[in-house]
């Protein structure tokens, strides 16, 4: 309310100022003074028990848990998914909690749905392309029931306590009323039964090709309640992806016997499964550097030498912990391949006409082994990957990616998705409503990892500046928007969610801090918020904390504005007791400076000057040491700074 209280001290000034004449503040009187500068703190909300000033969690941080057993069938005769749930949902808040809210994406193409009648626009990523429209599509989730779950042992009562929950649908979101309040430390079981019918490459992240089903979404899922919002149940209209609680899973998937699954989790029964060949193949693969074949080229189309039966259906069962979702691929005639890394299972799972993806294990594992070197290590059993009519999209342990036009195009897919095993399936945050902070962390440490990959190469020594060069193209004038704009009403989530925030931790890490301080702070915040909720003011405080430098500054520019940089040499004065060279900042964002300064002689010296220069305003005077006359001077010579003036950046021949 505090902006309710200027509003009308505000009014009240001006009020006063039309009726008494106008007259020059006395000095030393204390009128108020705007505060312009750049360098003025943040308006971020104050640190508390649950979120500390440090960017951590605090003494009473806590989190909600939901954990999951689910029995599902798949149909493709019938092109449906049947199946049952428990969640065991447990209130860690210090709120009883009278109603439960719930995701069902599987309503996203019901005819009432937001995307089927706005029909919006795809998201057009460079050559990719993700269409929310359902293509025609139209069907959504079939709720069998919803109640409170039978305890084992417990009776059914008289009054039919078990019966259907009163349960509100508002298009992919549920509000579930519970017959009391779920106290602060208690816990509940929901039961829940459902099917839908799966859509053909449904909206872009789900769907089948013929046989081939790629499944995400696709069971009701606890909404998050955390301290911040408290309910976090944001529609999912396509462009914001998910914001889910961590827990386990126990899942059991029933699919014709010539199918093969992959899925979140540990397979709990590859002896009934799994041939005797297969499950040895797989053990020799996870020490192998090099992708072992579990299952063949010459094997993929002979259910009768890769699968135990031909006939009927199997059951696959798969467990997990510590995870906030789940999904599967199940599909016959798929070639498999594996190989491990510090006891990790890299699998690559795909169609033999796939002609990219026979170095798809290779490329996997590279990543899998540089963001767990580089940045925190992989902590689940299995990384893998499903060739797929999926354009690209990534689960805990699971990731659909598509046979790719180029090398270059499947690397930087595969490990793009991968990558998102750390951001958000590691550190938690709300993608529905920050994705630079997933989507972006995630180009971010994607581009080392694809220059490593392809280092030498002409891909390979420049893929780290292609978000630098986009700049001119995207930040346009009028059309570009803040990072901390909601995705749904971004125009170019491209560059708002992805190449954006990479440019920006890019810059801070080599030009503001410094890699090896960087470093240290981005590993922190990655270790920290390992599998909790992070919101953007605990990652700014944690970045300040850890690396020892002010940067409310960089972040106000960079995420809350679209501000532009132009940093200009006016002129050089060149006196008998030394040289000036005049600088400005003739844009909104400051940042530090690299000046390269030319003298009469020839020698060259370069001068690192921190953002501190423009505490004083717009002009700094940098005074060079010694009495050579200078003749050339430039500001930021390695082109390294999205500057959108480069013409003043020079000054002499």
């Known amino acids: 309310m505090t902006w309710i209280r200027w509003s009308i001290a505000a009014g009240a000034v001006l009020l006063l100022a039309v009726l008494l004449p106008a007259a020059a503040p006395a000095q030393g009187s204390g009128a108020a003074v705007a505060d312009s500068s ?7 909300p104050t640190p508390n028990e649950y979120r500390g000033g440090s960017g951590r969690p605090g003494p009473r941080y806590w989190q909600q848990r939901a954990d999951y057993r689910i029995t599902a ?13 428990t969640i065991h949902y447990v209130n860690h808040s210090p709120d ?8 069902v994406e599987q309503n996203l193409c019901e005819p009432s749905s937001i995307t089927n009648v706005l029909n919006q626009p795809p998201l057009v990523f460079l050559g990719s392309t993700f269409d929310f429209s359902c293509q025609g599509f139209t069907g959504g989730g079939y709720l069998d029931h919803v109640r409170l779950a039978r305890q084992p042992g417990q009776q059914l009562p008289a009054n039919s306590a078990f019966s259907d929950l009163p349960h509100t649908r508002y298009g992919t979101t549920m509000r579930v009323d519970l017959p009391r309040p779920l106290a602060s430390g208690g816990s509940i079981d929901l039961d829940l039964g459902w099917s839908f019918k799966v859509p053909f490459q449904g909206g872009g992240r789900m769907g089948h090709d013929g046989p081939l089903y790629e499944i995400a979404q696709w069971y009701p899922r606890m909404a998050v309640y955390d301290d911040v919002h408290g309910w976090n149940h944001e529609p999912y209209i396509g462009a914001g992806e998910f914001y889910l609680e961590y827990g386990a899973f126990d899942v059991s998937i029933t699919v014709p016997a010539t199918y093969v699954v992959a899925a979140t989790g540990q397979l709990q029964n590859a002896d009934s499964v799994l041939t005797a060949t297969e499950r040895a193949r797989l053990r020799q693969a996870r020490h192998s550097d090099t992708a072992i074949a579990i299952i063949r080229a010459n094997e993929a189309a002979d259910p009768a030498t890769t699968r135990p039966r031909s006939t009927g259906t199997l059951t696959w069962h798969f467990t997990a912990d510590s995870v906030r979702d789940v999904a599967f691929a199940a599909g ?11 006891g990790i299972l890299v699998e690559t799972l795909y169609r033999p006409q796939a002609n990219k993806w026979p170095e798809a294990n290779r490329m996997a ?10 940045w925190y290590r992989y902590p689940y059993s299995h990384a893998t990957t499903v060739e ?15 046979n790719s036009p180029t090398r270059e195009d499947q690397q930087w897919a595969l490990a793009h998705e991968f990558g998102h095993e750390w951001f958000p399936m590691i550190v938690g945050s709300n993608e529905r409503l920050y994705p630079w902070m997933d989507e972006g962390f995630n180009t971010f440490i994607d581009l080392h990892n694809a220059a490593n990959y392809f280092k030498g190469t002409p891909y390979g020594d420049s893929i780290e500046v292609h978000p630098l060069h986009l700049y001119a193209d995207h930040a346009t004038p009028g059309n570009e928007q803040p990072l901390i704009s909601n995705p749904t009403e971004v125009r170019d989530l491209f560059w708002t969610g992805y190449q954006k925030p990479a440019l920006m931790l890019q810059t801070l890490r080599s030009e503001v801090l410094g890699p090896d301080r960087f470093d ?37 520019a960079w995420v809350f504005s679209t501000a532009r940089i132009d940093q200009a040499v006016d002129s050089v004065t060149n006196g008998p007791g030394g040289a000036v060279v005049h600088l400005s900042n003739r844009a909104t964002m400051v940042m530090p400076g ?3 300064i030319t003298f009469d002689d020839g020698s060259v010296a370069v001068v690192k000057l921190p953002v501190e220069m423009w505490n004083l305003g717009p002009r700094f005077d940098y005074h060079v040491a010694g009495i050579k006359r200078v003749r050339r001077a430039e500001i930021d010579p390695r082109h390294v700074l999205p500057d959108v003036e480069r013409s003043n950046n020079v000054w002499g021949r």
């Open 96 to 103: 009883p909690l009278p109603y439960l809210w719930l995701f």
């Open 38 to 44: 750049p360098f003025r703190p943040l308006s971020l």
């Open 388 to 402: 797929g009519p999926i354009e690209g999209m990534e689960y805990p342990m699971l990731t659909f990616v598509p």
């Open 332 to 342: 016959p005639g798929m070639r498999w391949d594996a190989s491990g890394y510090d």
């Open 73 to 85: 069938t798949l149909d493709p005769a019938q092109n449906e998914l049947r199946g049952s749930e």
């Open 520 to 556: 240290v702070a981005f590993r922190e915040y990655i270790r920290t918020w390992a599998f909790k909720h992070p919101t953007p003011a605990d990652f700014f405080r944690l970045m300040r904390d850890a690396s020892g430098m002010e940067l409310d500054w960089f972040w106000r």
């Open 365 to 374: 594992r590279e990543a899998i082994k540089y963001f767990s070197d580089q």
């Open 594 to 596: 690299e000046l390269s």
